[in-house]
């Protein structure tokens, strides 16, 4: 017999499918939810429960449902933090790339098992705040043998491992970099490709410029990879352009972006990821959510948890932060953490609870997704599922 059980009695269910419910997010007032073996078979108002639907019934007391988060932009192979950092950076000093280099020093001291720990840890952060999906980048090893490790390690935990050896170039290259590019692009894609689905590229000041960031996701698009790319976070930049011309799947915290950026995004599949925990952490100004909403671009929110410029795994903080400070609708806030992470990951079966949909369901102790935004610093999760499976105490 197959393993199901219903959730009834949901007080407000997103199921981000319009043909179910009300607007963007298909909102289903006083709503249930049929899970089998690890999927949605069922979603809609609790009236119109399917006859023998489930063998056991979980009651939500009328409380919200809502898709898993997808944090489709994380950073978490890496070793110590970076406090001090932190710290003179909140009494003026400004961020900048370079700061990747201290990280970088730490993973490549770090022992597997203590990577390993710092990953899970993390990912185990993120489930307790609703995050039922992580991307996972490479980035602080910059050798051969440390991204790969670090690629391989991030898949023990995830499925979407995205390889970014050009994160930054590091000290023993400061004199060559076009080096560090060819060994990026050559050898280490070779021993980084096999563990990897995505290749990402910090294309920004003081890290890699236009060419250098076309170079390397070519070569990777080669080698079967598929594009993200860090643009726009520090300045203006070529970044959105390329990530727009190559196909990538996401243009990552696009800060600073021109008309002509808003355009090319509006007109492609590329999704609009903005990061506003990285802008929170570094003082600087937001993204501007609405100009690329009202251009019709697809808008993610993801975490970009990395110890440097957004040491957060909380998407729901994320959210807040979205509707707070760069004006988006808290419905258009919970959908690009959901079905818009899900489009810049490329994926159908999660960000959305609706038939065929995983089972990653997240129990908010609050009768409406709207408290995401409404109650901010609260953790208002108070169950998730993953593939149907209840996953806190
Ligand atoms: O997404 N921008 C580049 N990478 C990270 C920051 C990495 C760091 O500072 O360690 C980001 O913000
Ligand atoms: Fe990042």
Redesign the pocket.
Known sequence: MSDSFLIDNIGSLVTNDPALGEGILGLVEDAALVVEDGLVTWAGPRSRIPEGAARERFDAGGRAVVPGFVDS?A?LV?AGD?TREFEARMSGRP?T?G??R??VAATRAATDDELRANVRRLVAEALRSGTTTVECKS??GLTVEDEARSLRLAGERTDEVTYLGA?VVPPEYAEKPDAYVDLVRGEMLDACAPHARWIDV?C?RG?FDGDQTRAILAAGKERGLVPRV?AG??GPGPGVAIAVELGAASA??VTHLSDADVEALASSETVATL?PG?EFSTRSPYPDARRLLDAGATVALAA?C?????YTTNIPFCIALAVRDMNMTPAEAVWAATMGGARALRRTDVGRLSPGARADVVLLDAPSPVHLSYRPGVPLVAQVWQNGTPRLP
């Open positions: 932009h950073h890496f970076r961020y790339a700061g990747i201290t990280t980035g602080y994160h910090f920004d890290a860090h976070q520090l990552d915290h990061l990285a970009d990395n110890p440097g410029s957004s």
